[in-house]
């Protein structure tokens, strides 16, 4: 017995998942939405019962701000915390490394994202592999591997680094090379897996970005931060090493370790208003391609 399906049978059927990527128009004035005003209101109401109900740290301090790409007003904002506003500077931590890619691709675009860093920093060529339990592959490891935790690589080497706690040319003790430093800590480290295998968080790997960009600019990576980011958009209130004597800041613990070459990972300052105009350039494609934006 044979069984005969018709063409229109074999062509379709249930339609189990959308395409990936944006499924509705964007919307282009969410101020202006009965149901924004809402979530505001809610957002509002439940920050106010978390404040209010005394299980938050006395030393809680926040500054949240909601923007769209369309408008150059925030759509929602809060603060909270003894003299936090809009310009108030934080330590931003890892938020410091999308200023650090954000910089790599307006300088140099993604061109050089499948290069293995070895291209760039041949003394990582020079290492052999002698078992990759213990050994990091560098030739595998790409800058875009760098710039996406799938280098697998170490989380840190060292917290900051020695040569910075320690003033040049201080009597008795010689100048120290952080990068010559940095890589004798480097390339003792064990690999985390594979790269490209799974994601492994590490500040380390956008210290080597950082040398990277140089090799391949012949630029400092905090001139060409200033560069690319600061001046282009105006970034007035954010700072590359710890802005001396500013009165609007708000210091925690950690505000004075000075990362040395690991600041793009961690070590920059900022405020709500820049860190809402640095947004609202990468989501409008200021500084880059719409393409690059996209990938």
């Known amino acids: 017995m044979h069984t005969r399906w018709s063409q229109s049978v074999l062509v379709s059927g249930p339609r189990t998942a959308p395409v990936f990527g944006p499924a509705y128009p964007e919307v282009t004035n969410p101020g202006a939405s009965a149901v924004f005003s809402a979530a505001k209101t809610a957002i509002d109401d439940e920050i106010t019962k978390a404040l209010a109900s005394g299980q938050l740290a006395n030393e809680t301090y926040f500054a949240v701000q909601a923007f769209s790409r369309h408008s150059d007003k925030t759509l929602y904002e809060r603060y909270y915390g003894p003299s936090i506003g809009p310009e108030t500077l934080y330590r931003i931590g890892s938020v410091s490394k999308v200023v650090s890619v954000y910089t790599t691709l307006a300088e140099l675009g993604d061109r050089h994202w499948n ?17 990759p339990v213990y050994d990091v592959d560098w030739s595998e490891v790409t800058l875009g591997a760098l710039a996406s935790h ?4 170490s989380r840190d080497y060292a917290l900051g680094d020695l040569s910075s706690y320690i003033p040049q040319g201080a009597p008795g003790l010689p100048a120290l090379n952080e990068s010559e430093q940095a890589f004798a800590r480097i390339t003792r480290g064990f690999p985390i897996s594979p790269s490209y295998y799974t994601p492994a968080y590490s500040n380390m790997a956008f210290q080597l970005l950082g040398y990277a960009v140089e ?5 400092a990576f905090p001139a060409l931060v200033e560069k690319k980011m600061l001046k282009p958009l105006e970034l007035s209130r954010t700072f590359l090493t710890n802005p001396k004597n500013d009165s609007n800041t708000l210091v925690v613990e950690g505000w004075d370790w000075d990362l040395g070459d690991e600041a793009p990972g961690g070590g920059y300052f900022s405020t709500a208003t820049d860190l ?4 609202r350039s990468i989501l409008s494609s200021t500084l880059l391609r719409p393409a690059t934006t996209r990938a």
């Open 215 to 219: 090799k391949i600019t012949g630029e």
């Open 115 to 131: 290069d293995p860093l070895t291209k760039h920093i041949p003394k990582l060529a020079r290492l052999k592999v002698r078992n």
């Open 150 to 153: 799938m280098g697998g690589i």
């Open 276 to 279: 809402t105009t640095l947004g």
